[in-house]
Nanobody, 118 residues
């Protein structure tokens, strides 16, 4: 089992930036892919960005060029730097993790609210 704790959400104006953090309860090298998902009211949860153990990153088309996912292995923490935020980025953001060598996110944090005002 791994526990994930997100932080860094809040209210920001359109065009602003926020950085989300996801602290894992154990060594990131013992975990598979880490990812940030989001869920807006009335919508399905969607993958925003993911980072594999080797550092390969994947982004949703809607955030490519604006968001950056990174990891600090020494701190067992994954970050999501969000720039040029838009009102449509408003959602609850969840940190997720897959078991090693798999592609299904099975571990989740509690979520952090991001609200972008116009």
């Amino acid at each position: 089992q791994v526990q994930l704790v997100e932080s860094g959400g809040g209210l920001v104006q359109a065009g602003g930036s926020l950085r989300l953090s996801c602290a894992a309860s154990r060594d990131l090298f013992s975990i598979g892919t880490m990812g940030w998902h989001r869920q807006a009211p009335g919508k399905q949860r969607e993958l925003v960005a993911a980072i594999a153990p080797g550092g390969t990153t994947t982004y949703a088309t809607s955030v490519k060029g604006r968001f950056i996912i990174s990891r600090d292995n020494a701190k067992n923490t994954v970050y999501l730097q969000m720039n040029s935020l838009k009102p449509e980025d408003t959602a609850v953001y969840f940190c997720g993790a897959t078991p090693p060598l798999t592609y299904t996110f099975t571990h989740w944090g509690q979520g952090t609210q991001v609200t972008v005002s116009s």
